[in-house]
């Protein structure tokens, strides 16, 4: 150890940090225990997917415009990813599979 660091003085640093970083990871956890079954969080399981997705499209798109000049890649990807959901209505299948395309489009396409 460096002069002037002791066990006593990394001890009395790492137990607090420890301590509060378990702490922040268990407190939302906690938090969402205790208002399960509440009408706030049945209203948040269900809007928040779509206002995420929402979101994301809405990034990916003015990210294109302002970086490539283009809508070509995120807009195919937008519609392969919104036929994909149509066809098998699963979100997790949409996600996966219009991010991959558009991976795919983006490095090897244009």
């Known amino acids: ?10 001890l009395a640093v790492l137990i607090p940090v420890g301590i509060v970083t378990v702490l922040l990871r268990w407190l939302p956890f906690a ?3 205790a208002l399960k ?13 779509v206002g995420v997705m929402t979101v994301l499209v809405v990034y ?3 990210g294109a415009t302002r970086d490539t000049g283009h809508l070509i890649a995120p807009l ?3 519609a ?3 036929a994909l959901h149509l ?3 699963n979100s997790g299948l949409s996600i ?12 090897w396409v244009f």
């Open 1 to 10: 150890m460096p002069a002037g660091v002791t066990l006593s003085t990394i």
């Open 31 to 33: 938090f969402v225990k």
């Open 37 to 49: 079954g509440s009408n706030f969080i049945t209203m948040l399981g269900f809007t928040m997917p």
């Open 60 to 62: 990916t798109l003015f």
């Open 76 to 78: 195919a990807a937008a």
């Open 80 to 82: 392969f990813t919104a």
């Open 87 to 89: 066809w098998r209505r």
């Open 96 to 107: 996966f599979g219009g991010t991959a395309f558009y991976m795919l489009l983006v490095n």
